[in-house]
């Protein structure tokens, strides 16, 4: 069984690039959510989507940052015109409904190095 | 209110000794408290977990114990191994699936 799967891995972009992060949950979840670490800190909740809505972005800043899970691939979350502050690790995780969500599993990350 | 605060940051023992990692929060509607496991350059991984109705649950040399009228929840490891070095989060879980994440315990094993 895969689990979560993230790319890209470790990503370098220049202020005022666009920065794209993919997220492939385990295999039979519909849940997804992203999730921020800043360096030497905790996870930070962003948006919680299922395949098509946005159930909750509360956590999401409101501009330059958007995300999407299509009925067909990944969940993609897209960070417009960055800038040095938005370096950090980006995690996603998945569950298989909301009722299980007890069981939240991470992936590997993706890391963004704005320079 | 939806904070989780999370102490000591840094935690140095020797092998073999308890590893305590505390935890308080302030938000009754938390009903799920899990502690994450992350190595550096990887994700948080599920170590365990407890729901706010049991005191405590034992998973091999872990140990979560849960004090609901005080608010607070801990981790303990037990004959603490230089392979559990890491960082470990607690986190609580609210409405709409999401999780509250403490600051994090860097630990030290010493061999």
């Known amino acids: 069984n895969a689990g979560v799967m993230q790319n890209p891995r470790h990503l370098v972009r220049r202020r005022g690039q666009e920065a794209r992060l993919r997220c492939s949950p385990m295999k039979g979840h519909s849940h997804v959510y992203w999730y921020r670490q800043l360096p030497e800190e905790g996870l930070k909740f962003m948006v919680y989507l299922q395949k098509e809505n946005i159930i909750d972005e509360s956590g999401m800043p409101k501009e330059r940052f958007s995300a999407e899970f299509p009925k067909e691939g990944p969940s993609i979350l897209r960070i417009q015109q960055v800038v040095r502050g938005d370096s950090a690790a980006y995690f996603c995780?998945?569950?298989?409904?909301?009722?299980?969500?007890?069981?939240?599993?991470f992936g590997e990350g993706s890391w963004l190095t704005v320079v | 209110q939806q904070q989780v605060k999370q102490s000591p940051q840094s935690l140095i023992v020797q092998k073999g000794g308890i590893s305590i990692i505390n935890c308080a929060y302030e938000?009754?509607?938390?009903?799920?408290f899990p502690w994450y496991q992350q190595f550096p350059g990887k994700g948080p991984a599920l170590l365990i977990a407890?729901?706010?109705?049991?005191s405590e649950k034992k998973e091999g040399r872990f140990t979560i114990s849960f004090n609901k009228s005080a608010k607070q929840f801990s981790l303990h490891i037990m004959d603490s191994q230089p392979g559990d070095s890491a960082t470990y989060f607690c986190a609580a879980r609210h409405a709409g699936n999401m999780l509250t994440f403490g600051g994090g315990t860097r630990l030290m094993v010493k061999p």
């Open positions: 938000n009754t509607a938390f009903d799920y």
């Open positions: 995780a998945s569950s298989l409904d909301f009722y299980s969500g007890n069981t939240i599993y």
């Open positions: 407890i729901r706010p109705d049991v």
